[in-house]
T-cell receptor, first 114, second 115 residues
Framework: GESVGLHLPTLSVQEGDNSIINCAYS??????FIWYKQESGKGPQFIID?????DKRQGQRVTVLLNKTVKHLSLQIAATQPGDSAVYFC?????????????FGSGTRLQVQP | GAVVSQHPSRVICKSGTSVKIECRSL??????MFWYRQFPKQSLMLMAT?????????EQGVEKDKFLINHASLTLSTLTVTSAHPEDSSFYIC???????????FGQGTRLTVV
């Protein structure tokens, strides 16, 4: 079935390095994508979003890239810090109103080594 | 961003009892709320979509009689796990959204343990 998935289950980086987390999606009707950060025992925390009419969006230390041709989404974290250690999920919303739920990918655990 | 409050954060109950989890949008009106379930080291799986004033829409495989959802107001949705069993032990998370907003705001989750 249609799904949102991730290439790497665990990513380990050194403090100060840049991190790149990837996500593949299969539904070409998806028009909105979000990256969430989830710390242990907590709910997902919004990081950054992007609409399908864009291919890049930048936030504070984070950048999301969207390649609709290959249905690929990535999250780049600059100067990764220990506090960035968490599980990161991409999520997609298929076209329509705000009543549609998000579909989540399987998640990538980011481990930041001091 | 908007705040969604979920209560309780942790609950332990005996098999056969029912547990109610509350999800409140504190500073906005949530026309739609979503309930997710998350097992350890897994992703969030949508259980149901709840629109204010109407019946919830359940995902395939989710028992509506076991997971009762009520969305009586624009700021409150509840999930009641009825006749809980150990296999219902999980992390339950709600999210809320207005029709105008695409971003969904999440509660802090409820860790349910059935013993």
């Amino acid at each position: 079935g249609e799904s949102v998935g991730l290439h790497l289950p665990t990513l380990s980086v050194q403090e100060g390095d840049n991190s790149i987390i990837n996500c593949a999606y299969s539904n070409s009707a998806s028009d909105y994508f979000i990256w969430y950060k989830q710390e242990s025992g907590k709910g997902p925390q919004f990081i950054i979003d992007i609409r399908s009419n864009m291919d890049k969006r930048q936030g504070q230390r984070v950048t999301v890239l969207l390649n609709k041709t290959v249905k690929h989404l990535s999250l780049q974290i600059a100067a990764t810090q220990p506090g960035d250690s968490a599980v990161y999920f991409c999520a997609e919303k298929r076209g329509g109103t705000g009543r549609r739920a998000l579909t989540f990918g399987s998640g990538t655990r980011l481990q930041v080594q001091p | 961003g908007a705040v969604v409050s979920q209560h309780p954060s942790r609950v332990i109950c005996k098999s056969g009892t029912s547990v109610k989890i509350e999800c409140r949008s504190l500073d906005f009106q949530a026309t739609t709320m979503f309930w997710y379930r998350q097992f350890p080291k897994q992703s969030l799986m949508l259980m149901a979509t709840s629109n204010e004033g109407s019946k919830a829409t359940y995902e395939q495989g989710v028992e509506k009689d076991k997971f009762l959802i009520n969305h009586a107001s624009l700021t409150l949705s509840t999930l009641t796990v009825t006749s809980a069993h150990p296999e219902d032990s999980s992390f339950y998370i709600c999210s809320a959204r207005t029709v105008m907003n695409t971003e969904a705001f999440f509660g802090q989750g409820t860790r349910l343990t059935v013993v």
